[in-house]
């Protein structure tokens, strides 16, 4: 069994920064693929980012360019660094984890989620 618990949501103003912390134990986590995705009030879950084991990413169209996923599998940890940050960004973001080798962009392939964090970004 896999345990993620993310970290590091919060509110601030648009244009400004934050920087997720996905935190998984409980398995191998260096084996694993890994993603976050968001879901704003009254939308369906959205794919935000992806990475393999070997570090390639994978990114949503709304967030290319602006977003940096990254991993560090000796802290067992995943990041989500978030620059120039939109209104339309706000919404919880779920970290999830699969054990899967390849690169996974659906929300259906993924096994393992966790409790999601809030991210407000304000106008």
């Known amino acids: 069994q896999v345990q993620l618990v993310e970290s590091g949501g919060g509110l601030v103003q648009a244009g400004g920064s934050l920087r997720l912390s996905c935190a998984a134990s409980g398995r191998t986590f260096s084996n694993y693929a890994m993603g976050w995705f968001r879901q704003a009030p009254g939308k369906e879950r959205e794919f935000v980012a992806a990475?393999?084991?070997?570090?390639?990413?994978s990114y949503g169209n709304s967030v290319k360019g602006r977003f940096t996923i990254s991993r560090d599998n000796a802290k067992n940890t995943m990041y989500l660094q978030m620059n120039d940050l939109k209104p339309e960004d706000t919404a919880v973001y779920y970290c999830?984890?699969?054990?899967?080798?390849?690169?996974?962009?659906?929300?259906?392939?993924?096994?393992?989620w966790g409790q999601g964090t809030q991210v407000t970004v304000s106008s």
């Open positions: 999830a984890s699969d054990p899967k080798p390849w690169l996974l962009v659906l929300e259906r392939e993924y096994g393992y």
């Open positions: 990475i393999r084991w070997s570090g390639t990413t």
